[in-house]
């Protein structure tokens, strides 16, 4: 039988000057949801939670940089074809020089373990390495990341990505775009001449024009489904894991600690949580949509939706 297993981090930071107040709230409310909503075992072999709550001080359950890393280890082995493995960190994110130098901005993402200010941050690649490479291909790993800076955090292949003015309608001029090349593909299909291949012409120059305006870079390219390569050193979209990934903000952004209904919280984890809840036969496009156009009437941030693969964006989300 199919195993779920999950890891769920949240971070206060307490006592520093760069506290938090809603991450560990954050993470209670991810562990509910997951056990309540989506079939989660609370059982420790299956549901790891890391916070700074001072009575984790000293156990391998308080979010340090050496635990952090352990945990990865512990989620992302001993998985069977089917499993369905999640993952979320709230917390800060930040910024550190990008020693590669594929990164246009010239910086790579990072999350911050409570004991970053000593032991360093941990960058997108060493997450990279840590939480994408060792999955099997059989086994989905989904992953929530509510932090500053996280929108290619873990430097998987593919985003779908907004459009240069990171306006939330980018699902309708996705489908679109979908719709005229799927036009231009009917009309050849119907049997080959001038005049229908001057029509596609027309059909494919239109799709073309939509799928330009979703990009991040002038010279992205972007497939049908609205997915943008990133260019990154390492040959990632080569492993073709079966990863996930929503984000709270773009690279360039910051990302919200706020406080709902009197409690505090992380802006994108309240929002996905009642997203899912609202609907929880959504498919990945839709949830990236709801999300996006929940935070867009209070919130800058403009959550992002990035995967290991060239996958159908428009199956329900499943974990």
């Not at 373990?113 to 960058?123: A, L, M, R, T």
């Not at 231009?184 to 029509?199: E, H, M, T």
């Not at 990035?306 to 499943?318: E, F, I, K, T, W």
Request: proline fraction near 5%.
């Amino acid at each position: 039988m199919p195993r779920r297993k999950a890891l769920i981090i949240g971070i206060n930071y307490f006592g520093s000057s760069h506290q938090l107040n809603g991450c560990i709230n954050d993470a209670m409310n991810i562990r509910n949801f997951l056990i309540q909503d989506r079939g989660f075992s609370p059982a420790p072999h299956d549901m790891v939670l890391l916070t700074d709550e001072p009575q984790n001080r000293g156990t391998p359950f308080f979010p340090t940089g050496a635990n952090i890393m352990a945990a990865f280890h512990w989620l992302v082995t001993g998985n069977n074809p089917g499993d369905s493995v999640w993952l979320s960190y709230s917390g800060h994110g930040g910024q550190v020089k990008d020693p590669d130098g594929d990164r246009e901005s010239g910086l790579d993402d990072t999350i911050c373990p409570v004991d970053f200010e000593s032991q360093g941050q941990i960058d997108s690649d060493t997450l990279h390495k840590a939480i994408v490479s060792p999955m099997i291909r059989e086994a989905r790993l989904t992953v929530l990341f509510d932090c500053c800076h996280s929108g290619s955090a873990i430097e998987l292949p593919y985003v779908y990505q907004p459009n240069s003015q990171g306006e939330v309608n980018l699902v309708d001029n996705v489908k679109q775009g979908i719709n005229l090349a799927s036009g231009a593909i009917n009309l050849l299909r119907g049997g080959f001449s001038a005049a229908k291949i001057q029509d596609a012409k027309v059909l494919l120059g239109g799709a073309k024009s939509f799928f330009a305006g979703l990009q991040h870079r002038p010279a992205a390219d972007v497939n049908e489904d609205g997915l943008g390569e990133e260019n990154f050193v390492e040959p990632w979209k080569h492993e073709g894991k079966d990863v996930w990934m929503f984000s709270g903000c773009a690279d360039n952004q910051t990302s919200a600690d706020t406080s709902i209904a009197g409690a505090a919280t992380g802006a994108m984890s309240h929002v996905f949580i009642a997203t899912m809840r609202a609907n929880p036969r959504q498919s990945y496009v839709q949830v990236l949509q709801n999300t996006r156009q929940s935070l867009a009437n209070k919130y800058k941030q403009i959550p992002q939706l990035s995967v290991g693969g060239l996958y159908n964006l428009n199956q329900p989300v499943a974990f």
